[in-house]
């Protein structure tokens, strides 16, 4: 009766296998269809490691490296360094230029003024005025050589300057001898300075010829006031003026752009060069030679 009973327990068991081992496909599918979701289950495990890295790794597409249109070389932003360069450097030099001819001309201008009669002759008149002077002032001073504290005193000073100068001379010149000895001049001086000014107030002969200097100072710098007015209202230089002017202008401008170019280039050469590092992951034997930072290997299986 017991082996009865397990026989048709076993039979029943076989049957509940049979059973499930033919439900199995229809819940588990097929061979293929199952490596598959066991891959997708555990990608990193099953996958090849150049297409899991060429999967995970992100796509940069780098708007200054134009490889459909342009071919594998940068884009025109980073192209248009050399013009601004040089367009930047003739500005610049332009400008130099138009300066060099602005002082020229206005230099040849004030001499052709200068050399005019009327202009020669008053320069001369003042010379004379002032020769006539500085004799007349010599000979109104020549009553001081006969006064001993005069004498004393100019003596002082000369040795007083030789002491100054010596002290600025030293290595480490004490500043407080140096305005010590400097006080004491200024005091032996401005002794000498009130009688030297007595002395020439008293002089009539050194007051005229002063009078007489200053006169034909002041008709020289009416003549110089009026050549300056001349060229600051001439046409041409008034035209060459503004010429500067805009020179200018464009070299700021040109210089501004180039600037402003040098900058979005680097950035731009940064991100190609970004793209071009990552590139090198998906893409064996590549990498951004061309920009001068990176070299192929032939013996490495990722190309550096």
Not at 190 to 211: F, G, I, T
Not at 265 to 291: M, Q
Request: net charge positive; proline share 4%; aromatic share 8%.
């Amino acid at each position: 009766m017991l082996r009865k009973v397990c026989f048709g327990l076993g039979m029943m068991l076989a049957s509940v296998s049979a059973l499930c081992v033919a439900a199995e496909p229809s819940r588990l599918g097929s061979g293929p269809a199952t490596e598959q979701a066991a891959r997708e289950a555990n990608p990193r495990e099953e996958r090849p490691r150049d297409e899991r890295q060429r999967d995970e790794r992100p796509r940069v597409v780098s708007p200054y490296w134009d490889r459909a249109a342009e071919g594998d070389s940068p884009a025109a932003d980073i192209r248009a360094i050399p013009p601004a360069k040089a367009a930047a450097v003739q500005a610049r030099w332009v400008h130099n230029q138009l300066l060099t001819d602005l002082n020229i001309a206005t230099r040849m201008l004030s001499m052709d003024l200068e050399s005019k009669p009327e202009y020669r002759k008053t320069v001369a008149e003042e010379n004379a005025a002032y020769d006539a002077m500085q004799s007349a002032r010599g000979n109104a001073l020549s009553g001081l050589r006969n006064n001993d504290a005069y004498v004393a005193g100019e003596q002082l000073r000369g040795q007083l300057s030789t002491q100054i100068r010596d002290l600025h001379e030293e290595t480490k010149p004490d500043e407080y001898r140096i305005a010590a000895i400097a006080r004491l001049k200024l005091a032996y001086v401005a002794d000498n300075r009130k009688l030297e000014a007595d002395a020439l107030s008293r002089d009539s002969a050194y007051q005229d010829s002063r009078r007489n200097y200053l006169a034909a100072a002041q008709r020289v710098g009416e003549l110089r006031q009026a050549n300056a007015l001349t060229v600051a209202m001439d046409t041409d230089l008034t035209q060459l003026r503004r010429s500067v002017a805009q020179s200018r202008i464009d070299k700021l401008v040109t210089s501004a752009y180039l600037s402003s170019s040098v900058r979005a280039r680097n950035l731009a050469i940064n991100y190609a060069a970004y793209d071009r590092s990552i590139d090198r992951y998906h893409t064996p034997y590549s990498g951004w030679y061309d920009l001068g930072g990176y070299y192929p290997s032939a013996g490495s299986r990722y190309g550096y």
